[in-house]
């Protein structure tokens, strides 16, 4: 399994941008697709957006437009640029690897096998 680590959570006003962070340590991403997840309080965990190892990138309806998702093989980090951030947006967000080089979106939770701890993101006036 990969070791992830998400980092650059916090608390931010309505209309604010974050980006968070997604590092792996012992092991190259590049051949991984990578996810971001995200869990409310009381709501199941839900999907985000992803990318392929090769640099196709999925984005769920809510996330489109205000989010990207990039990776830097180089730093074995992914990325996820969050702008306009409104309230419901508020959650612990995690990060999460499928295996290498699997065809893999959003459908599908459980196709990913390694998680970080998550980083909370909270978004209030």
């Known amino acids: 399994q990969v070791q992830l680590e998400e980092s650059g959570g916090g608390l931010v006003q309505p209309g604010s941008s974050l980006r968070l962070s997604c590092t792996a340590s012992g092991v190259a991403l590049d051949y991984y697709p990578i996810g971001w997840f995200r869990q409310a309080p009381g709501k199941e965990r839900e999907g985000v957006s992803a990318?392929?190892?090769?640099?196709?990138?999925y984005y769920t309806e809510s996330a489109k437009g205000r989010f990207t998702i990039s990776r830097d093989n180089a730093k074995n980090t992914v990325y996820l640029q969050m702008n306009s951030l409104k309230a419901v947006n508020t959650a612990v967000y995690y990060c999460?690897?499928?295996?290498?080089?699997?065809?893999?979106?959003?459908?599908?939770?459980?196709?990913?096998?390694?998680w970080g701890q998550g980083t909370q993101v909270t978004v209030s006036s």
């Open positions: 990318i392929s190892h090769d640099g196709n990138t």
């Open positions: 999460a690897a499928a295996a290498p080089r699997a065809r893999v979106g959003l459908t599908r939770i459980q196709d990913y096998n390694s």
